[in-house]
């Protein structure tokens, strides 16, 4: 039973993750799908911007859901690679971020793949860096989280709650 603990807790969360990355490479989601619903929000909280400022934030908008979408699968991977304990004190592991980064890296190129094989999306080696420099700020916040890990561990006025 532990192992299917260990599975629920771990490892479905990334898996469920890229299902929705996966079905967001859909037409469904294309720019032109996506764009009926950015382009009046952003009328809204931006009512003076030209045609042109509005298609670059919807460009811009676009692109940082890449990389958020891509920061959060990073994170949810080195989550289930870490398996982290409470005040957990292992120090940063630079190997299993190489891991988590790859793997990140992986799925991007293949989610890249599955948008150029359906007609009305298009896939594009500069998406696959930014899902790349995504899962990077992913594992920024990481580094932070086991950094603050540690010099709560380290404090010597800690209060414990046990």
């Known amino acids: 039973m532990p192992q299917v603990r260990n599975f629920l807790r771990y490892w479905l969360p990334p898996g469920l993750w890229m299902l929705l990355i996966f079905g967001a490479s ?3 989601h294309s720019a032109e799908h996506s764009s009926r619903i950015l382009e009046p929000l952003l009328r809204w909280l931006l009512p003076g911007l030209s045609a042109d400022q509005l298609g670059l934030a919807v460009l811009l908008a676009r692109k940082l ?3 958020i979408e891509y ?3 990073a994170l949810l991977l080195w989550r289930a690679l870490r ?4 005040a957990d ?3 940063w ?3 299993m971020a190489g891991r988590t980064l790859l793997f990140v890296a992986l799925y991007a190129a293949s989610d890249e793949w599955h948008q150029h094989l359906v007609p009305t999306r298009q ?3 500069s998406d696959v860096l930014l899902d790349i ?4 700020a992913g594992l920024f916040v990481a580094w932070l989280i086991v950094r603050w890990q540690q010099r709560r561990a380290s404090s010597p006025g800690k209060l414990s709650l046990t």
């Open 26 to 28: 859909a037409d469904t």
């Open 133 to 136: 420099l995504g899962g990077l």
């Open 89 to 91: 004190p292992r120090p």
């Open 123 to 125: 896939g594009a080696v």
């Open 83 to 86: 398996k982290p304990a409470a």
């Open 71 to 73: 920061a959060v699968l």
């Open 65 to 67: 859901a890449h990389g």
């Open 93 to 95: 592991d630079w190997s």
